[in-house]
Structures are given as structure tokens and as C-alpha cells.
């Protein structure tokens, strides 16, 4: 096996757990931490793709660079919506946030 | 020095396996970070090992240092306490329906993977962070600038989100 397949593996794995948890997670801060996950994921196959391969490896250093920034971005505005929602219904639960306001 | 790095590798792996396994199926949240942060770590490894240190400490630094801060405030600002709203397992049909998913992605993708393998190195290049700095400055010039708006409006959006409005309501 070529080294860069054993990354892509390890990659994967990582986003078959994010997969698994976002799907199996009752509450949104569980959901949260999957999605983290998968983004890590797919930032190290990036990383490995363009560090074992001929391909432009200041690109593939960079876009991981930019992926964790929006992770963060990401991460601050999905605090606030918990937030909120922890004081409009009192719990963080997925299933208990389901009614509409227009 | 080899062998070395194969058992670095083996070493990360296990820690990214294991912290993964922990952050999705741990029974309390505060638990399941810790997974979290075990992966990060793990990962932040496999960047060295990748020849991209600047890139393994910016993920300490960011994932590590602000990410796991923002989550833990999370999870006490919500009050999900430790035996809190994960402690009931969940349902055996949502169960069931979650690793159809994974197996059905799983096998597609290492099946991808697998019988399409890529001409690789075994020796990653290497970039120095001058030109890492030289290309945020030049040719991604844009992309640098555009995140740096999206991390401004993101703040800005989870202040207003989650201003208390104490007069009016």
C-alpha cells in the first residue's frame, strides 16, 4: 500500500466517526463535535494528497489553513445558535427544537 | 529513521482511532471533547509526520487552543451535565440507520481508495513558511482577505445572536 492510500485511510476513518456521531448524536453540541471531526478529516487527506503527490503543496497547505479558519467561524456561530436555543426551549436536544415562527 | 516514522504513524493512528471512538460515543459531552481533543492531536502528529509543521501548529493552536474553548463553553452555557441528555442511548432504529449510513459511505470510499491508488512519494515535499506567507500575500491574496471577512461577520452574528435584550421584551 502506497503511503498516501494509509493517510487517506486514516482520513476516512475520521469521517465515517464524524458521520456515525452526526447522525447518532441526540443533542447539537454532540452533533458539533462530529462535524469537527470530519472537517479535520478531510483537511489531513488535503494535506496528504498534495504533500506525497507532485501536485502544488503551498495550495494544499493553505486550503487546510483556510478550512480550519472557517471551522472556527463555524464553530463561534453554531455556540450562538445553541445558545439561543438553550434559552428559547430550555434544552439542547434536536428533537425538541421542531416548531416554526414566521 | 524508517522504521521510525512507521511507528509514529502506528502511534497516531491509534490515538486518532481511539479519541474518534471516544468523541462519538462517549456518554457525556465533556467526554466526548476529550475524544475530540485526543484526535486533534493526533492529527496535529500527522502533519509532522507530513512535513508541514506550520500547519501542526496552527492545528494545536486553532482546533486545540480556540475550537475545544468555544465547544466547552458550549457545553456549560447549554448545562448539559455530565450524566445530562446524551445518557439515554439513543434509539435502536436511529442506531441501525447510522451505521447503514457508514457502512454504505465507508464501503464506497475505501473501495475508491483501494482500487484506484495514486502514484505517491514516500517522502512528503517540502514548504517553507516564507512561501507559505509569500502565497496568503500574492496569488491567494483573495481567498486570505475573504476569511478574514467571514471570521468578522461570524463574530459579529454570534454577538447579535446572542445579545439579551433587556429592554422591550
Known sequence: MSPLTLYQLVALIMLLAGLFGISQRKTLVGMLISVELMLNGAGLSIVAAAQLTPANAMLGQLGTLFVMGLAAAEATLVLAIIVVIARRFGTTKSSAVSTLKG | ?169
Open chain 2, 1 to 169: 529513521m524508517e522504521q521510525l516514522a512507521q511507528i509514529a504513524f502506528g502511534v497516531y493512528t491509534l490515538i486518532i482511532l481511539c479519541g474518534s471512538v471516544l468523541a462519538v460515543s462517549a456518554k457525556s459531552l465533556v467526554r466526548a471533547m476529550v475524544g475530540l481533543i485526543a484526535t486533534l492531536l493526533g492529527v496535529a502528529g500527522m502533519y509532522m509526520l507530513l512535513n508541514s509543521t506550520f500547519l501542526a501548529l496552527m492545528q494545536i493552536l486553532i482546533y486545540v487552543g480556540a475550537v475545544s474553548v468555544l465547544i466547552f463553553f458550549a457545553i456549560m452555557l447549554t448545562r448539559a451535565d455530565a450524566g445530562g441528555e446524551e445518557a439515554a442511548s439513543a434509539p435502536l432504529r436511529q442506531n441501525v440507520l447510522a451505521l447503514l449510513a457508514v457502512t454504505v459511505v465507508g464501503g464506497v470510499l475505501s473501495w475508491l481508495i483501494l482500487t484506484r491508488p495514486v502514484v505517491s512519494s514516500g517522502v512528503p515535499v517540502e514548504v517553507s513558511i516564507e512561501k507559505l506567507g509569500l502565497g496568503l500575500l500574492g496569488p491567494y491574496g483573495l481567498a486570505f482577505e475573504l476569511i478574514s471577512v467571514v471570521l468578522l461577520v461570524s463574530m459579529a452574528g454570534a454577538v447579535l445572536l446572542a445579545w439579551e435584550r433587556r429592554i422591550g421584551k
